[in-house]
C-alpha cells in the first residue's frame, strides 16, 4: 500500500536555497514529502521564481500592510497554508519571528533550520558568534519551533570544522553547504513519522 506523502508548505524571505534543496529531494519517488506550496512574505524574491522552476504554487502574504500586527498577518498564512491542506511547515530563510499564536496552530508540524550547533549560538550573526567564541566546530541544527525563538528540541545537526583563517564568509559556505543536506535528511523523519514531538522532546521510532 502507498503512504500519501505529507503536503509541505515552506515560508520564505529570500532567494530559498535551503528550499530549493528540499524540492530537489522531493522529486525522488520514495521521499515522504511532497512540496506542495512556497510562501513568501516579500513579494519577488528570487525563491518564488525558483520554486516556480519546479512547478510549485508560490505565494505572497506581504506582512508590511499588516504593520505591527503580527499574528493578523500570520492569520493570512495560515489560511493559505490550511486552504492548500498543507500537513507541515518549514521555514527556510523566513526573516519573521513568529507569535505564540501560530506556533501553537502548528505545534509538532513546523520545523527550522538553524545555523549553530543548538543550544549553542542562538539569534543571528551566528558564524560571528561562532569565531568569536573561538570554538573548534560549528555546523547547522534542525528543530521543531516552540513559542521561544531557536530552543525547540533538535531533530538532527552537522557540524563542520572552524578551520584557522576562517572568516564568516568562509565558515558560513561551508555551514551552507550541510545545510542543504541536513533540512531534506530532518523533513524526511518528520514526514515518515521516525522523529515526532511529545511532551516537549524528539520522539523516534
Not at 506523502?5 to 520564505?12: A, D, P, W, Y
Not at 492548500?84 to 511547515?89: A, E, F, G, P, T
Not at 527556510?92 to 549553542?120: C, D, K, Q, Y
Request: glycine fraction near 8%.
Amino acid at each position: 500500500m502507498t503512504v500519501a506523502r505529507k503536503r509541505v508548505g515552506v515560508l520564505i524571505s529570500g532567494r530559498g536555497s535551503n528550499m530549493v534543496s528540499l524540492a530537489e529531494a522531493a522529486r525522488a519517488p520514495d521521499y515522504p514529502a511532497e512540496i506542495a506550496l512556497v510562501v513568501s512574505n516579500i513579494p519577488d524574491v528570487a525563491g518564488l521564481e525558483r520554486a516556480r522552476g519546479f512547478g510549485i504554487a508560490t505565494a505572497t502574504v506581504d506582512h508590511r500592510p499588516f504593520g505591527k500586527d503580527r499574528e493578523a498577518f500570520e492569520r493570512a498564512v495560515d489560511e493559505l497554508l490550511r486552504l492548500n491542506q498543507i500537513d507541515l511547515v518549514v521555514l527556510a530563510g523566513f526573516m519573521r519571528i513568529l507569535t505564540p499564536w501560530f506556533v501553537a496552530r502548528w505545534e509538532g508540524r513546523m520545523i527550522n533550520i538553524h545555523p549553530s550547533l543548538l543550544p549553542l549560538f542562538k539569534g543571528t550573526h551566528t558564524h560571528r558568534q561562532a569565531l568569536e567564541a573561538g570554538v573548534a566546530e560549528h555546523g547547522c541544527s534542525v528543530h521543531f519551533v516552540v513559542p521561544e525563538l531557536d530552543a525547540g528540541p533538535v531533530i538532527l545537526q552537522a557540524k563542520v570544522p572552524v578551520l584557522p583563517g576562517d572568516d564568516e564568509d568562509r565558515l558560513a559556505q561551508r555551514v551552507l553547504a550541510e545545510e542543504h543536506k541536513l533540512y531534506p535528511a530532518a523533513l524526511a523523519e518528520v514526514a515518515s513519522g521516525r522523529a515526532r514531538l511529545e511532551a516537549g522532546a524528539v520522539i523516534r521510532g
